[in-house]
């Protein structure tokens, strides 16, 4: 690759960072591994490729600031800047995974709507942090090594930051991030529940389908690469599609509600999809591999855990043991002590028996 591609090269210092190794290209603009020039601290760099995306992506920069919550699939930011082309940057930790739109050849249909659903798991339990996603840009999620979604945390800002009270945040929005966004949607602004469900509803089309809006006559046209709605039989993939239609229906009344009534809706259709297939198993199968040892595809993730729910803390309850015999039968009753330990309490009686007896009699004689 080109510097014009990769938007810079490899030994570039974007303030105290040093770009390594162009990483992938994104939306928004190209992936890099960077490195700290004092301490070595490896880093993810994203070079934004529109100049313009530079205030959204330094208000989004101080919005994150001074966050308390963690959670092991977000990554918040460490430091953002402009290169010397005035292109905008943002500093991540260097989190375990790839691009999504790196691996999206490689998943099936089932792993795709898996990922909506985790994203709106993730969104709801910001939600119950105080936190909102302002915009939703694709360069910013990635897929962990257990095929998990993953989100870097650039646009996930606090209702009551400063940053989300500035006029001036109004209208500022990513590049990638537009098609995104609700017709009733502010710009830069957190919107309703509606909203937020549109907002995942686009990305749940483009991850099906390849296409941010629908045709001309309402249908959503699948991507060539994605042999599994082909597999589906027709009354399946009528609802997925009108699931997906109604995601971005321009009316909010029409939508899903919520995020948790959108991640609802793709469960159910998951559950009753699975047995619509015209061949085995086309919601779970993979394009063919092309290397010689294929690595196994890893276990779709199971989706019936309550969305949104907090993680539970460990118990300090101790375990139950499993009982030996059959249900209500009584414990066996302990058997007859041995006559060791009997002897040994006899001995000691008379050792110290002994003991006090001949104090007394020092005592006596002196």
């Given at each position: 690759m080109n510097a014009s591609e990769?938007?810079?090269?490899?030994?570039?210092?974007?303030?105290?960072?040093?770009?390594?190794?162009?990483?992938?290209?994104?939306?928004?603009?190209?992936?890099?591994?960077?490195?700290?020039?004092?301490?070595?601290?490896?880093?993810?760099?994203?070079?934004?490729?529109?100049?313009?995306?530079?205030?959204a992506v330094l208000l989004r920069m101080a919005g994150t600031d001074g966050?308390?919550?963690?959670?092991?699939?977000?990554?918040?930011?460490?430091?953002?800047?402009?290169?010397?082309?005035q292109?905008?940057?943002?500093?991540?930790?260097?989190?375990?995974?790839t691009p999504l739109t790196e691996g999206l050849a490689a998943a099936s249909l089932r792993r795709r709507l898996e990922w909506v659903v985790q994203l709106c798991e993730l969104l709801l339990l910001a939600q119950q942090q105080g936190l909102s996603l302002v915009e939703l840009d694709p360069s910013l999620l990635w897929v962990g090594p257990q095929q998990q979604l993953r989100l870097h945390a650039l646009a996930l800002l606090n209702?009551?930051?400063?940053?989300?009270?500035?006029?001036?945040?109004?209208?500022?929005?990513?590049?990638?991030?537009?098609?995104?966004?609700?017709?009733q949607t502010v710009p830069g602004a957190a919107g309703t529940p509606a909203d937020q469900a549109y907002r995942?509803?686009?990305?749940?089309?483009?991850?099906?389908t390849g296409r941010w809006r629908p045709d001309a006559d309402g249908s959503l046209t699948?991507?060539?690469?994605?042999?599994?709605?082909?597999?589906?039989?027709?009354?399946?993939?009528?609802?997925?599609?009108?699931?997906?239609?109604r995601a971005v229906a321009d009316d909010p009344a029409e939508r899903p509600q919520d995020l948790v009534a959108l991640a609802e809706a793709v469960e159910a259709w998951l559950d009753d999809a699975g047995g619509l297939g015209?061949?085995?198993?086309?919601?779970?199968?993979?394009?063919?591999?092309?290397?010689?040892?294929?690595?196994p595809a890893p276990a779709s993730r199971a989706l019936?855990?309550?969305?949104?729910?907090?993680?539970?803390?460990?118990?300090?309850?101790?375990?139950?043991?499993?009982?030996?015999?059959?249900?209500?039968?009584?414990?066996?009753?302990?058997?007859?002590?041995?006559l060791a330990p009997i002897l040994i309490v006899a001995v000691a009686i008379v050792v110290v028996a002994l003991a006090v007896a001949a104090y007394w009699w020092k005592l006596r004689g002196g």
């Amino acid at each position: 690759m080109n510097a014009s591609e990769t938007l810079g090269q490899p030994g570039d210092r974007l303030g105290v960072w040093r770009l390594d190794e162009p990483f992938a290209k994104a939306p928004s603009g190209h992936w890099w591994r960077a490195s700290h020039t004092k301490s070595g601290q490896a880093v993810l760099l994203l070079i934004y490729a529109d100049t313009a995306d530079a205030g959204a992506v330094l208000l989004r920069m101080a919005g994150t600031d001074g966050h308390l919550w963690t959670h092991p699939d977000i990554a918040w930011p460490l430091d953002s800047g402009m290169n010397a082309n005035q292109q905008p940057y943002v500093v991540l930790p260097l989190l375990a995974g790839t691009p999504l739109t790196e691996g999206l050849a490689a998943a099936s249909l089932r792993r795709r709507l898996e990922w909506v659903v985790q994203l709106c798991e993730l969104l709801l339990l910001a939600q119950q942090q105080g936190l909102s996603l302002v915009e939703l840009d694709p360069s910013l999620l990635w897929v962990g090594p257990q095929q998990q979604l993953r989100l870097h945390a650039l646009a996930l800002l606090n209702v009551n930051s400063s940053a989300m009270q500035m006029g001036s945040l109004q209208g500022q929005i990513c590049r990638a991030a537009q098609p995104m966004q609700s017709p009733q949607t502010v710009p830069g602004a957190a919107g309703t529940p509606a909203d937020q469900a549109y907002r995942v509803g686009k990305l749940a089309g483009w991850l099906v389908t390849g296409r941010w809006r629908p045709d001309a006559d309402g249908s959503l046209t699948p991507s060539q690469t994605l042999l599994q709605w082909l597999s589906l039989r027709t009354e399946a993939r009528d609802a997925l599609n009108a699931l997906l239609v109604r995601a971005v229906a321009d009316d909010p009344a029409e939508r899903p509600q919520d995020l948790v009534a959108l991640a609802e809706a793709v469960e159910a259709w998951l559950d009753d999809a699975g047995g619509l297939g015209s061949g085995a198993a086309p919601l779970d199968a993979l394009p063919a591999p092309t290397s010689a040892s294929p690595t196994p595809a890893p276990a779709s993730r199971a989706l019936r855990a309550p969305v949104a729910q907090p993680k539970a803390e460990p118990s300090t309850a101790p375990t139950a043991r499993a009982p030996s015999g059959p249900r209500g039968a009584l414990p066996p009753a302990p058997g007859r002590p041995g006559l060791a330990p009997i002897l040994i309490v006899a001995v000691a009686i008379v050792v110290v028996a002994l003991a006090v007896a001949a104090y007394w009699w020092k005592l006596r004689g002196g």
